[in-house]
């Protein structure tokens, strides 16, 4: 099977992860380490495989390394131990190894660190940022050789693969010279004027070429011995397939518990569940509660939702802990690591290997390639990730994917892609979309993007609107929201269409703007008269159709979760998709997820429904806690039945379900059971 689902095809499908960046003043390093006692722990908490630590940020080596620095304070072989330990009671140990910072080494050669000067900041916090083009890339790949000849382990745990965001030391410079024959694209005299892709794309490949190698190195050393790469700046490469796919396993962090990190635990695990050339992947969670480090353990319920999510998206789930300098741990963290694991694993075995079944597909890359130092982080009010579209498709509770590269729509499976103004300002581009509909494909516009794609969505203008806040009024609607002109606080656009649009929506403009000499009231002038001026239009293209939105609502949905915002990206969905949905929930919470994924006998819906505090506040943003799980009652789910087939049984984890006819002509209804964080239904086919 050419897709992800990877679950049962790996021996490790719940993981722990082990942080132990120490630095040099913590005297007594691993003085009171038990391998023995944390085994016992793991093995006792359900995990296969964990990640334990052969250098940290700071560069020191938790093994006798005669390559590198072993912890000035350590006395012991940490590693040794902990491999001989964890085999003993049945878990496999990835060694971690800090590739991207190394303190110590930095120090010593501080030519082979990053050298981002004019141009950016360097390093982060207090861990230098290391070059792997010369000798401290020679050295990290000796070091790596030495513990997998060293150590019996399944595999290397590689951090901190990137850039930060992109090197000008010396030898990069004179390597893409030499390599590409062209001059430095830029100008260290005028930081201001950037750096350009080609550099950043040169710099990809460099990497790419180097982990490649490290994987084939280290298989070669150790058979099976696995490469898993935390992809840290690179997730919307990895998934768009544009860098090297031969170095193993891919890993994301989806760290701390700020209201962004609930949707990014989906979308992280959706953009590599559809990637274009998948792999397996693991998604790392924390027992932390706002990040690395912070001592705290989140509550069961936070655990459940984190691995299920994962599970629901194909991915393997890893908690992040962190040992104390000493070596120590707190039970605890094990006891709750297990209860969730105990929860999950049955889950696991349940679903068994499936692969995505989503047919709505949100564009989630930003428009730049390779130009974007940092790549994803779907943490900001940009919006630039598509996360705004995804965000209104997933609290619709219908199944969505996230889509890294728009050639992804080749594939024939999806019915409906999102886009939103943040398109890559290619050709190609605008051909795979053009493609995509001729072939019988519908697109969700929302914002008018880049003026190469205007023809495609029947647009001939379009010009920033006079106010930077205006209604929008849907015509034909429903009573209720949409039947009043709805708020887009975010700069919209005039349009002329084509001839043969159709217009679905108009703009109502404010009665004013706000100025001083024309200041409403505390925020917007109420909606003037209706206008002609279309706001939401539709084109018919070929065997396809589009629909357009000229504002980016999808952004101020993200901002503000205003449900009118997600009903008329919904409507417009709807509208593209016929009526026909592949499921349809009712009784779920706004925060619920539908996650579809298929094998060739059966559909399984996840249902994902967290209960979460109200939020707080902090400077950065406000944090979620899900104390105790709410009961989810009285939840009906409508299954669209693949063409040509029936429904033989409806099982939600072991338990059948009564099916009924559903409302809509070929659907079959079922009710499921209550509830808390998590539930499946398998539905069977023949
Ligand atoms: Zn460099």
């Not at 990290?140 to 382990?153: F, K, M, P, S, T």
């Not at 001059?183 to 982990?211: C, H, N, S, V």
């Not at 150790?222 to 170095?247: F, H, M, S, W, Y």
Request: hydrophobic share 40%; aromatic share 10%; net charge negative.
């Amino acid at each position: 099977m050419a897709a992800s689902g990877f679950v049962n095809a790996l021996p490790a499908k719940r993981r722990v992860h082990l942080d132990f960046h120490t630095p040099d003043f913590v005297a007594n390093v691993g003085e009171r380490f038990s391998a023995q006692a944390l085994a016992d722990a793991l093995a006792g908490g359900e995990v296969e495989q964990a990640a334990f630590f052969a250098k940290c940020h700071y560069g020191n080596a938790y093994y006798p390394t005669k390559v590198g620095r072993a912890h000035p304070g350590l006395q012991r072989d940490m590693l040794g131990e902990f491999v001989s330990g964890a085999a003993a009671r049945g878990v496999r140990t990835f060694a971690y190894y800090s590739l991207g910072f190394d303190v110590w080494y930095g120090t010593q050669h501080p030519d082979t660190m990053q050298h981002p000067e004019p141009f950016f900041q360097r390093s982060w916090g207090p861990w230098t940022a290391m070059c792997v083009n010369g000798p401290y890339g020679e050295y990290a790949r000796e070091q790596l050789a030495e513990v997998v000849r060293g150590y019996d382990v399944a595999g290397v745990w590689l951090d901190i693969v990137g850039y930060y965001p992109v090197c000008v030391c010396a030898r990069c410079r004179e390597a893409y010279q030499r390599g590409t024959g062209h001059d430095l694209p830029f100008d260290d005299d005028k930081p201001d004027a950037g750096i350009g892709t080609d550099y950043y794309r040169w710099q990809r490949q460099m990497l790419d070429e180097y982990t490649g190698g490290l994987a084939t190195l280290l298989a070669g050393l150790r058979p099976g011995c696995e490469l898993l790469c935390n992809t840290a700046t690179g997730i919307r490469e990895k998934a768009a397939g544009v860098t090297n796919q031969d170095d193993g396993q891919w890993c994301e962090e989806a760290v701390g518990n700020r209201p962004h990190t609930f949707t990014a635990m989906s979308l992280y695990s959706s953009l590599f569940d559809n990637a274009v050339r998948p792999r397996p992947f693991e998604i790392c969670s924390q027992r932390f509660h706002m990040g690395w480090g912070d001592w705290t353990l989140r509550p069961l319920e936070e655990l459940k939702h984190d691995t299920a999510t994962i599970l629901a998206h194909g991915g393997l789930p890893s908690i992040g802990d962190q040992l104390y300098g000493d070596g120590r741990f707190e039970a605890p963290v094990y006891e709750r690591i297990g209860d969730a694991y105990r929860w999950l694993k049955p889950r696991q075995a349940f679903c068994g290997t499936t692969r995505p079944a989503a047919e709505v597909g949100v564009f989630a890359a930003s428009s730049g390639p390779a130009s974007d130092p940092g790549g994803i982080k779907y943490n900001g009010n940009a919006c630039r990730n598509g996360e705004g579209l995804f965000k209104a498709v997933m609290d619709a509770h219908c199944p969505v994917a996230a889509l890294a590269d728009l050639a992804a729509l080749a594939g024939g499976r999806y019915a409906v892609v999102l886009i939103d103004e943040n398109l890559p300002d290619t050709d190609e581009g605008v051909a795979a979309l053009e493609a995509y509909v001729e072939s019988g494909g519908h697109v969700l516009s929302v914002g008018v993007g880049p003026e190469r794609y205007w023809p495609l969505l029947g647009v001939t203008e379009a010009k920033p609107l006079p106010t930077p806040v205006s209604y929008i009024r849907m015509a034909d609607a429903p009573p209720g929201d949409l039947s009043m002109p709805v708020l887009a606080r975010i700069q919209g656009h005039g349009v002329k269409l084509e001839a043969g649009a159709e217009a679905l929506g108009y703009w109502t403009h404010p009665l004013s703007g706000k100025s001083k000499g024309d200041f409403y009231s505390h925020q917007h002038g109420p909606p003037g008269p209706a206008t002609e001026e279309p706001a939401v239009w539709r084109v018919t293209r070929g065997a396809g159709s589009v629909i357009g939105v000229a504002a980016p609502i999808a952004t101020d949905y993200w901002h503000t979760s205003y449900s009118a915002l997600r009903k008329m990206i919904v409507a417009c969905l709807d509208t593209l998709l016929d009526g026909r949905r592949q499921v349809y929930a009712e009784g779920l919470p706004a925060i619920a997820e539908v996650a579809l994924r298929t094998n060739d006998e059966a559909v399984f819906v996840h249902v994902i429904a967290p209960s979460v505090s109200r939020p707080g506040t902090r400077e950065a943003g406000e944090t979620f806690f899900m104390d105790a799980a709410v009961g989810i009652h009285d939840v009906r789910i409508g299954l669209r039945v693949p063409e040509g087939r029936a429904c033989t049984a409806a099982d939600q984890l072991g338990h059948a379900l009564t099916m009924t006819p559903d409302e809509r002509d070929g659907y079959v209804r079922v009710e499921l059971a209550p509830f808390r964080t998590h539930t499946a239904v398998r539905f069977d086919f023949r």
